[in-house]
């Protein structure tokens, strides 16, 4: 395993108020790279297959604030690798954000003027061709890392947080931002694998909950034969914090991000982890158990905040 970052993750127990659950923290955001993120995880194990693979160069794909994208460019070239990122829409009139960090690295940037993700895969597929007639290896990732390789690296966050807080103080629910899968999925595989008797509720910031779910079980069965256990139906979509669609803030969103902010010194964007959080504190007023911790897993964006309108 390519080794970068800082591992296990830490761990925080905050309070959020009468007759309602402790909350926990896995703050994923501390990782040690770049501005941090669950797409450290996964490229950990990403680009030790692309090395065994003899790679040479490292292509993937986002929208201009990807966190993943920008985490690639700092992890790729800490391992020695040539980055070149395309991105959906056209490119930002100004470099702010994740496209500082993109910038700073040196990755090659495209912006094909595709939107689709079948359209994104192609342009990648003709860049890694004339690649090759060069005489590289390019090494394509998916959108956010989401594939098997990605995804197990998770099995092992679920394991740190059961050892971080006891078998007696396990989460009865760990709430994620859900966008490419990958981290639900493996932290869904998580809870089979260490017998973790919780629910999991993947918050979609991407897609609407049916094709979310079609997406995950699609990936847990390309996950399973590394897993070696059996399948569970301990998790849940909930597209009720999409709003106007990917990137689109939110007026619960905002709130959430403010209280996360003032209460416990959270920082969350707009994308991902401030909808998260929005869905979590919707779902404890469900009637839910409120002697059990609840677990909020913090993925970063960071880089992305800064490019954010304030208003």
């Not at 194990?45 to 040479?56: K, Q, Y």
């Not at 394509?140 to 679920?158: C, E, F």
């Not at 990958?182 to 910031?205: E, F």
């Amino acid at each position: 395993m390519t080794t970068f970052g800082l591992f296990p993750t830490p761990l925080q127990t905050f309070e959020l108020g009468a007759d309602r659950p402790p909350l926990l923290v896995k703050r994923e955001d501390l990782c040690g790279v770049g501005f941090g993120g669950n797409k450290v995880r996964k490229l950990r194990a990403l680009l030790t297959d692309a090395r065994a693979r003899g790679a040479s160069t490292v292509l993937t794909w986002g929208g201009p604030q990807s966190n993943h994208c920008a985490l690639t460019a700092v992890a790729g070239r800490m391992a020695g690798f040539d980055v070149e990122l395309f991105f959906i829409g056209d490119r930002p009139p100004h470099v702010v954000g994740n496209q500082r960090v993109d910038h700073l690295l040196g990755a090659r940037l495209h912006f094909p003027g595709v939107r689709g993700e079948d359209e994104m895969w192609l342009a990648m597929q003709a860049r890694a061709d004339e690649l090759r007639a060069r005489g590289e290896i390019p090494y394509l990732v998916p959108l956010g890392g989401s594939s098997a390789i990605g995804a197990l690296t998770y099995i092992d966050a679920v394991g740190e947080v059961v050892t971080q807080v006891g078998r007696a103080r396990l989460p009865h629910r760990m709430v994620v931002a859900a966008g490419s899968l990958g981290t639900l999925a493996g932290i869904i595989a998580g809870t089979w694998v260490h017998d973790v008797p919780t629910q999991v509720v993947g918050v979609s910031v991407l897609h609407g909950a049916d094709e979310a779910r079609k997406r995950v079980d699609a990936l847990l069965e390309e996950m399973l034969p590394h897993v070696g256990v059996s399948r569970r139906d301990n998790y849940v979509l909930d597209d009720g914090r999409l709003g106007g669609g990917y990137g689109v803030p939110t007026e619960a969103g905002r709130a959430a991000a403010a209280l996360a902010a003032s209460r416990f010194g959270l920082m969350l964007e707009q994308t991902y982890t401030a909808k998260a959080f929005a869905g979590l504190l919707a779902g404890i007023d469900d009637g839910a158990n409120t002697e059990a911790p609840i677990l909020y897993w913090h993925t970063g964006g960071t880089g992305g905040f800064f490019a954010e309108n304030p208003t």
